[in-house]
């Protein structure tokens, strides 16, 4: 990832959950990354994502949580990458789910 040039921006605090803390240090070692720059993309990302259905969260959610419905295939995503197959890390379902 590039580093940024010029003034450093301002910190932002951020507080994550138990569940999402390990996500981030999950993805971070497995990409080699530093869990900031994990963060970064991970923002990039869900911006990216927002920007593509026109702001609409509700859209988001609805395509998340219904991913075989008509509207998840309105925006196409690229498939997931094999790589998840070689270290599937934890998995992040329902409370109890384990």
């Given at each position: 990832m590039a580093k940024p040039?010029?003034?450093p921006s301002r910190?932002?605090?951020l507080?994550?959950?138990a569940q999402?803390?390990?996500r981030v240090q999950h993805a971070a070692a497995l990409l080699g990354l530093s869990k900031q720059d994990i963060m970064r993309l991970a923002m990039g990302i869900g911006i990216e994502a927002l920007r593509r259905v026109d702001w609409n969260i509700e859209r988001v959610v609805a395509d998340a949580a219904f991913p075989d419905e008509k509207t998840a295939r309105i925006v196409p995503m690229p498939p997931p990458q094999k790589r998840a197959a070689?270290?599937?890390g934890p998995t992040y379902g329902p409370p109890?789910?384990?």
């Open positions: 040039t010029g003034k910190s932002i605090p507080r994550l959950n999402q803390k390990e070689q270290d599937p109890g789910d384990e």
